[in-house]
DNA sequence: CGGCTGTGAATTGTATACAGTATGCAATTT
DNA sequence: AAATTGCATACTGTATACAATTCACAGCCG
């Protein structure tokens, strides 16, 4: 065959430096707010600028930093405000995602319940949440449209921080598997309808208790 | 005043390139398909390889361009497959978008009302392509998440190339503006749902003619 | 004649060097 | 003592240089 297309090719360093910087920047090693030092970031990661400075060019583009002209890169900002907004998203385009993407498998419904029931054993906040965007994912796996797809998946690079942030303040709050039994439920009776409803509670619950340890954090440094 | 904070600080290379290439892109001088050729491509530009390639990958998280590892940047190709998945997004987030804004006010409503009388006399493709989606943005300059009118821009700067390209080869097909119309006559009545509605209309259609072209071009090269 | 292999040019990836701008501190003035 | 100016330093922006990889084509072998 002439071409293996785009398959699993080797990353260059910007890539590999994208992905090391994003999780520096989910896990808190790089806090909000701070101000990106590219010579210090590039010595400590042991590469040069160059590549250093394109991987910084496409987080900013994922929203994860803000560049200032002269002044640099800074980590964009934890604001209740645009949590509030990328959560209000979810519950409108995941039950669109599930409903093109129509009632899965039995093989799909067996893998969702294994998630499930991974999560509910897990306890460690970096585990949980991305087991829990792991479910969502393998839920609508079925969408034929895949903008679609890589918007939600936008969204959830987007939270994570905020919500890892949270669950390492307060202890783990309440877990959504009870959530997603009924969505499986449902799609197991073959209700696309009800399993879509199900899931539009799942994203819309969680929301509160995010929202309110965020107000009161910005209150108390105002 | 101590900070004007990151009020239209002149741009730096980078971010004037990325406009610049996305520009050659949408209007076509930089082919479909066709492969970035970074020394020819900087010599063009009068600048270096450096602040050019932090553009390209930007572009490259925009989704108008493609990287693959060791051989470079691609321009995205342009598939009807593509083109149906972001068309089928618009009347889902815009009518929510619109529903959010609630109704405009009465300057707002006069703003939309010339720029559709505009869009009416106008004949080039640019032109056209550029003053609908200034209506579509001016009709949800009011919605309070920014997120969601960010999503929108997102997908506008990737259907334009296809409309743009569409245009050139077909002449455009009707106008939008009698729908536009529908939905201002809507809100001064005070009927949200209606504009929604009829939002919704707008978009779904107009829809057909650019993906049946774009096929039959497919079926044309196969 | 078709497919393989090696070699040189072209192209991408990374590092380094240099120039321009911002930032913080100290000296100076009011 | 507060404000302001000037200067040294640190940092970002851009260019250039070098290394590593891919690509195209010629020649060779089956």
């Not at 969502?136 to 903008?147: D, F, K, S, T």
């Not at 009800?194 to 340890?213: D, I, Q, S």
């Amino acid at each position: 065959m002439q071409f293996s297309p785009h398959l699993a090719d080797r990353p260059n360093l910007s890539d590999s430096l994208a992905d090391a910087v994003r999780t520096m920047i989910v896990d808190g090693r790089l806090a909000a707010g701070a101000r990106v030092n590219e010579v210090h970031l590039a010595a400590a990661l042991k590469v040069s600028r160059t590549p250093l400075r394109e991987a910084l060019s496409r987080l900013t583009a994922e929203g994860a930093l803000q560049a200032v002209p002269r002044r640099g890169y800074f980590v964009a900002p934890l604001t209740a405000s645009e949590l509030e907004q990328l959560y209000d998203l979810r519950p409108l385009l995941d039950p669109e995602a599930l409903r093109l993407a129509g009632v899965p498998g039995p093989g799909r419904l067996q893998t969702l319940d294994a998630i499930n029931a991974r999560l509910a054993r897990e306890s460690t906040p970096e585990k949980i949440v991305a087991l829990d965007d792991v479910w969502h994912l393998e839920l609508i796996a079925g969408c034929p449209n895949r903008v679609l797809v890589e918007m939600i998946e936008q969204i959830m690079r987007r939270t994570r921080r905020y919500e890892l942030a949270l669950m390492r303040e307060a202890p783990p709050a309440e877990k959504a598997v009870d959530h997603h039994a009924a969505v499986t439920a449902a799609l197991r009776s073959g209700d696309l309808d009800g399993a879509c409803a199900a899931l539009k509670a799942n994203l819309t619950h969680g929301r509160e208790p995010l929202l309110a340890w965020l107000r009161d954090r910005e209150r108390r440094r105002a």
